[in-house]
């Protein structure tokens, strides 16, 4: 129900998606925010963005743009975040989290995610052997 989950290597082959699309950047992922915020959704971008089901704990969105954002949730391969510790899943139904193809420093990638009760998107790097979701755009 809420797709694959890749590390950072997969994207950057350029060959999850399909011929004509790509994995945005993160100055894409820019664009995006910066139109939502312009166009009404100010601090409330993932909610605008996120499903209006799938979410727990009543975190849903209005999905308001069709971009269906569900809560994959990730998966850690180094470090540890919200007490998920190395090798776990976790997060399912309660985090989005979505990768970007713009490396921030070496081992590292910038990544969009959205947290269960907060409106906004969230811009933060994260080691690339973590596995996160991944959504195409059209060249």
């Not at 945005?24 to 209006?52: C, M, R």
Request: aromatic share 20%.
């Amino acid at each position: 129900m809420y797709g694959k989950l890749y590390n950072w290597y997969a994207v950057e082959t350029g060959k999850l998606c399909p011929t004509g699309w790509h994995v945005p950047t993160d100055s894409e992922w820019t664009v995006l925010t910066d139109y939502l915020a312009a166009n009404g959704y100010s601090g409330s971008e993932g909610t605008a963005l996120k499903s209006t089901s799938g979410w727990n704990d009543d975190g849903n969105g209005t999905d308001d743009y069709g971009w269906l954002g569900l809560p994959g949730g990730s998966r850690y391969i180094t470090g540890s975040w919200h007490g998920f510790s190395p090798g776990d899943f976790g997060g399912i139904g309660d985090y989005g989290h979505w990768w970007s193809s713009s490396q921030y420093i070496t081992g590292y990638a910038w990544k969009r995610y959205f947290h269960p009760f907060e409106d906004s998107v969230y811009r933060n790097y994260f080691n690339k052997k973590n596995g996160f979701s991944v959504r195409c755009l059209r060249d």
